[in-house]
C-alpha cells in the first residue's frame, strides 16, 4: 500500500488515539449527505418492489436527485414508494469518497473518474462498517483483554480507507472482514459473559415472524439471524448480539435494545418501533416509527420461540430491492 502523508498519519492517530464511547467516537461513521455528492443515488441499482418504486441501473442518477446532489423528495421518500433509500446507510462512506478520496471533485465535474468514483462506493462502505463495529468493541470495558488487538486493527483499516481509489479497488475486503470478525467474536463472548446463565443461541436462525413478543433475550446470540417480520414487542434484548441479523419489518415496539452489541443504523432503520423502543447510545429513532408508545406486552411463556405460520414464500415485502440484502455483518456472522 503506498505510504500516507505526514497530515493522514496524524489524522489516523488522532482518529484512533482513545474510545471515550460508542456515541461519541463514530461520527465519522454517520453518513453526511450534505458532504456527499449523492453517491449512493447514482452508484446503487435497484429495482421496482415494495422498496422502490422504479427501477434504475447502476451508474444512473436517480430521477429525484437534484443539480446540487440533493434528493428532491427526501422528506415524501414513502409515501412516493421510495422505502428501501430510508433503510439504506452508508456508515459515512459517501462524505469520505467524495471529501477525502477524490477531495472534493464530484462525478460530474470528473466524468472520466465516475466509474471508479461508484465502485469505491461498496468497498469504503464495508470498511466504515467494520470501523463501526471496531469503535464499539473498543469502547466495551467486559472486551478490554481484546482492546490493543481491536486498536490495531481500527488503526489498519483507518489507513485503508486513505488509500488511493486504485488500491481501494483491489483490496481484498472478505479477507479484511474475516480477521476482523474474529476479534469481534471474542468481544462478543466477553460481553455476553456479563448476563449470568444459559443464553439463547439463534445464531443464523430463520426466525422468519417468529412469535418473541416480551421474550427474554439479554445476552443471546443472533448473529444473522433471519428476524424478517418478526413480533419482538417488549422483548428483552440487552446485551445480545445482532450483527448481520435481518430485522425487515421486525416489530420493536417497546424493545429494550439497551447495549445490544454490534447493532446498526441501517437494521433500525429496517425495523418497525414506536417512542417506547430503547435504542443504544449513537442511534437515531427513524423518523417513519410510530411515534406513539406501546403498552409493554405480557411474556409469552415460551422456551423456545418457533415462526409463526405464515405460509411465507420469499420475503414478507415481495420482491426485495437493492438495500435490503441478507447478511451485512462481517464474514462468518451467518452459520452455515
Known sequence: MPALSETSENRVHEQVAAAPGPADDRSALRADCANCFG?????????????????????????????????????????????????????????????????????????????????????????????????????????????????????RIERLTLSAVDTLLELDVAAHRAEVNALLLRTSELVRAEVRGKKKDRRGADLFGARLRGADLRGADLRGAYLIAADLSGADLRLADVIGADFRDADLAGADLTDCLFLTQTQVNAARGDAGTVLPGGLERPSHWDKGTSAPPAPSGRKDATPAASGRKGGPSGKPGASRRRGSGPAGSRRK
Open 39 to 155: 453517491l449512493c443515488c447514482v452508484a446503487l441499482a435497484f429495482s421496482r418492489s415494495t422498496d422502490f418504486a422504479v427501477d434504475k441501473a447502476a451508474g444512473d442518477p436517480c430521477a429525484n436527485l437534484g443539480q446540487d446532489f440533493r434528493c428532491g423528495i427526501h422528506d415524501k421518500l414513502r409515501p412516493r414508494g421510495f422505502q428501501g433509500c430510508t433503510v439504506y446507510d452508508c456508515f459515512g462512506a459517501g462524505q469520505k469518497i467524495s471529501q477525502v478520496t477524490f477531495v472534493g471533485r464530484n462525478w460530474r465535474e470528473s466524468p472520466d473518474g465516475s466509474r471508479q468514483m461508484f465502485a469505491a462506493l461498496p468497498v469504503m462502505r464495508q470498511l466504515h462498517e467494520l470501523l463501526w463495529y471496531l469503535a464499539e468493541a473498543q469502547a466495551r470495558p467486559a472486551a478490554r483483554p481484546v482492546h490493543r488487538q481491536v486498536a490495531a486493527a481500527r488503526e
